[in-house]
């Protein structure tokens, strides 16, 4: 068997050791004489996984009582619209900060329900900085105000949150989920897309502050409204249960390792030797601004889009996969989450170093 490396945004690489696990139980989970893929949620057995996945987060994201923790489904994407049926009932005014292509989406979504303003924006420069925020142009009054934590196509991340007062920071942690400690409580909510770092597709989890459930305009889909599902333990209807069973095998995997604490060790190792060597590279750069370089996802330019093309062609055929950058930016793109191993990064610095020598 010859795996390779994977260095997709998502869906992207699981641990080995949690894949090996899931083969090992696939055809009888626990004594149970089945898979988790064929048994009731509503089973003893399901029961402890899913609550176990939810005690485990608890504890390794040390998420404080008062919030809660729900598995959800429809992607991250679904939530740009849950989060104002949910949240924008008040002043009906929200504000946004467009770091990239997603925190736009969820911008021109919550536009359908209310008065959302954009308070900064680096479109102008092409998403390649997080834009400078002025706290005079925050809504005092706004029901929340909407960050993307990590933005997966640009590979910038904010690396100091802004400072909201009273008003609720929500935040699209997709791509930065579980990568490293997190403060919740200064959070009103975070969610995520399960598929980059924390599951297989189909599962999207939210952390959101017990206060501010129970808000949502009257129109709101039942299935959409966060009380439905916080008051249901996220079984009001059926779960994605494979994927929160290969959540709860990554928390554990996760805890084994030394939590997040070490998790984010090694997720900076990583990405400092991938920038390093970027750095100091006379064919590729890093067009980031880099104060704000994200730890998950590195993008990086050649000389030009033909030779682009020829690295990243000559990258799969040696086992680098998925390096092509998003179709709206060009380039490449290392996406080096949690499970991709740090001789993975390595050996892909090799790869470009041989690669600039041949073809310089
Ligand atoms: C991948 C991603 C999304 C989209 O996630 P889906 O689950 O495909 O809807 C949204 N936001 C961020 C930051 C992402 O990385």
Request: charged share 25%.
């Amino acid at each position: 068997m010859s795996r390779v490396y994977n260095f997709s945004a998502g869906p992207s690489m699981l641990p080995e050791s949690v894949l090996n696990r899931a083969a090992e139980e696939m055809l009888d989970y626990k004594g149970s004489g089945q898979s988790v893929m064929e048994m009731s949620h509503r089973s003893k057995v399901y029961e402890d996984i899913i609550f176990g996945a939810r005690e485990l987060f608890c504890e390794l994201m040390e998420i404080p009582d008062n919030y809660r923790v729900l598995f959800l489904q429809g992607g991250a994407s679904t939530q740009f619209a849950a989060v104002p049926l949910n949240f924008m009932n008040g002043s009906k005014k929200a504000d946004y900060v467009l770091s990239g292509q997603f925190s736009t989406k969820a911008y021109q979504e919550a536009k359908m329900y209310g008065d959302v303003r954009v308070v900064a924006s680096s479109k102008e420069d092409n998403f390649s900085r997080i834009p400078d925020l002025n706290k005079e142009n925050f809504t005092p009054d706004a029901d929340y105000f909407y960050i993307c934590h990590n933005n997966t196509i640009y590979g910038t991340r904010f690396s100091e949150l802004p400072d909201t007062g009273d008003v609720p920071l929500i935040a699209d942690i997709s791509s930065s989920f579980l990568s490293e400690p997190m403060d919740v409580s200064k959070f009103g909510m975070v969610y995520g897309g399960a598929q980059k770092n924390v599951a297989p597709a189909g599962l999207t989890v939210a952390i959101i502050r017990e206060d501010l459930l129970g808000n949502a305009r009257e129109d709101t889909p039942t299935m959409l409204n966060y009380k439905t599902m916080a008051e249901n333990d996220s079984m009001y209807n059926t779960p994605p249960c494979w994927s929160i069973y290969m959540c709860k095998l990554v928390l554990e995997w996760l805890k084994t390792i030394g939590g997040l604490p070490a998790m984010r060790e090694r997720n900076v190792r990583k990405a400092k030797l991938l920038y390093d060597y970027l750095d100091q590279s006379a064919m590729f750069k890093n067009p980031v601004l880099p104060r704000d370089r994200s730890v998950m996802n590195v993008t990086f330019v050649s000389s030009g889009e033909e030779l682009d093309k020829k690295f990243v062609k000559e990258a799969e055929a040696a086992g680098f996969v998925n390096l092509k950058g998003h179709r709206s930016v060009g380039g490449m793109r290392a996406s080096i989450y949690n499970a991709m191993p740090a001789e993975g990064v390595a050996a892909l610095v090799e790869f470009m170093a041989d690669f600039e020598k041949k073809h310089s």
